[in-house]
């Protein structure tokens, strides 16, 4: 299939959409044989070469015209992860007040691979939601593959969850300090970051912990880890739109142990209605042009089945994370952002329970 032809005449894309998918054409990758092969080639000097040119890109996305930090207090913080004791760093961006807020707690999307709360368009991100009334609490947590940092420790599951699972605890330990909101405390995160939040809260439930948090609020998730599906048929029908998903490096990089002994808190479209019960209320969000959208629509629809508070929405025009891409599509990661700020400041009157 000629993806850059299918994009261009795919009357479905916003405009805006369309012209960035075609100035970053996307490649389908082959097989590995193994994580250490994929470690090997993400580390030769021509990958490292090329994600240092994409640096300046980067720069690009999270300035003042994309996102202000008039009216912010941006905040830098460390914990110490469990049960490995590494040390995590902590974005923290919220109003310029002394005031309780609800809090978002925001893990960044990568593919649980690679991505920096402290880079790229995460940031602006954390400011752009932020600016909506909230205290947005960012994790850099372990990546799989590629380190958030050179030095960075890079590990597969479940060492990304730990690291969450922990930093939702250090946020709880030090509400007061950051002016949290003990009881409006929501989960959120796109692409592998929903992976990961939604994997928290199946973790916490699994703990006896469901009332830590008010809610979980999980965009475009990237939870099934094998690609094309029949159940699934946008991975086949959008599949070169930004994520080119038809290859086993994801499961590889993350852990294909976990993949194979079908863990869902690795892959949670591995869950059934038992892993999901009592579930906080959930707010889904996918993407109308994504490969990810179906498994996205499939776990909303596992949440109303196992009784849990669930809503969910579709926006249209847009392809993968698109609505979070300020520089794109302003509008929309705006019209995005404030939603979110929504459902973080009234988690209560999604409750019946």
Known sequence: MDVAAAIAEDGRLDPRVRDALLAVPSTQLPDVADRDELLRLVNHPKAVAL??????????????????????????????????????????????????????????????????????????????????GVVVVMVDFRNCLIGSTPDAEVAPFPAGLDDCVSGLDWVVSVAGELGVDVDRIVLSGESGGANLAIATAMRLGRDGRRDLVAGLYALCPFIAGDWPQDRFPSSSEFNGYYLSLHSNRSRTAYGVEAFDAGDPLAWPSFATVDDV??????????????????????????????????QCRIVMGTAHAMDLYAPVLPDVTRETAAGIARFAHSPTRWRSR
Do not use: K
């Open 51 to 132: 994600r240092e040119a994409t640096e300046e890109f980067h720069r690009m996305l999270d300035t003042e015209d994309v996102a202000t930090f008039a009216g912010l207090r941006i905040t830098e913080h460390e914990y110490t992860s469990a049960p490995e004791g590494n040390t995590v760093r902590v974005n923290v961006t919220r109003p310029d007040t002394d005031e309780v807020l609800p809090c978002v707690y925001y893990v960044h999307g990568g593919g649980m691979q690679s991505g920096s709360a402290f880079a790229g368009r995460f940031p602006a991100l954390a400011r752009i939601i932020a600016a909506e």
């Open 277 to 310: 019960v009592g579930f906080p209320p959930t707010f889904i969000s996918v993407n109308e042009c994504d490969p990810l959208r179906d498994e996205g629509l499939e776990f909303y629809r596992l949440l109303l089945a196992a009784g849990v508070e669930a």
